[in-house]
């Protein structure tokens, strides 16, 4: 079965602490790698797509890498405002796009 | 919120009410879906469709009906509404930048007492 973990649930940082959050999957054949970042009361806005094992991507403090299991999503010297909801989520090669998505990482920045 | 629009922002319905959540699209993608998110759960998929004429039922469609009836317009109708329909419901298309990519509209949050 297809699934998808994401740990920690949350994650509670002090500003400029770094730290890495999980997305560990199971999927027969992956087609891509997805992150998003959700902020309360909004839709989940389009972060990185990562396609395999070994890619990265960056932007401003957030770099996401993929292995054959699992992809991380490093914050490097986060701010406040990087404070939000961590989604992910792995599209299978049969899956006509379809998403499968885990519960998310709270990610909280204290000042 | 990349050209999906979603309306109501909120509802309260009462049990045994129905109601159509809007989602309106101005990219001209063919892809949009219908998710819900619980609170600590994943987002799961209800309905999805590929073009105007064609859906196909999700992961969890039972209490729920669609239509696409232009490229614009993805309607979630529910009917008969039940507590366990209490949720935050997502309209996404998909098909700008990276071809794989969804992307998402506001949301409608929805509580059925």
């Known amino acids: 079965e297809d699934q998808v973990t994401q740990s920690p649930e949350a994650l509670r940082l002090q500003e400029g602490e770094s730290s890495s959050l999980n997305c560990s999957y199971t999927v027969s054949g992956l087609r891509g790698l997805f992150w998003y970042r959700q902020d309360p009361g909004k839709g989940p806005e389009f972060l990185f797509t990562l396609y395999s094992a070994g890619e990265e991507k960056e932007k401003e403090r957030l770099k996401a890498t993929l292995t054959k299991k699992e992809s991380f999503l490093h914050i490097t010297a986060p701010k406040p405002e990087d404070s939000a909801t961590y989604l992910c989520?792995?599209?299978?090669?049969?899956?006509?796009?379809?998403?499968?998505w885990g519960a998310g990482t709270k990610l909280i920045i204290k000042p | 919120n990349a050209g999906v629009t979603q309306t109501p922002k909120f509802r309260i319905l009462k049990i045994g009410q129905s109601m159509t959540l809007q989602c309106t699209q101005d990219?001209?993608?063919?892809?949009m879906y219908w998710y819900r998110q619980d609170p600590g759960m994943g987002l799961k998929l209800i309905y999805y469709?590929?073009?105007?004429?064609?859906?196909d039922k999700g992961e969890v469609p039972n209490g729920y009906n669609v239509s696409r009836s232009t490229t614009e317009d993805f309607p979630l109708r529910l009917e008969l509404a039940a507590p366990s329909q209490t949720s935050v419901y997502f309209c996404?298309?998909?098909?700008?930048?990276?071809?794989?990519?969804?992307?998402f509209g506001p949301g409608t949050r929805l509580t059925v007492l």
């Open positions: 469709s590929v073009g105007a004429g064609i859906t």
């Open positions: 990219m001209n993608h063919n892809y």
């Open positions: 989520a792995v599209q299978a090669a049969h899956s006509n796009y379809q998403l499968i």
């Open positions: 996404a298309i998909q098909g700008i930048g990276a071809p794989d990519t969804q992307y």
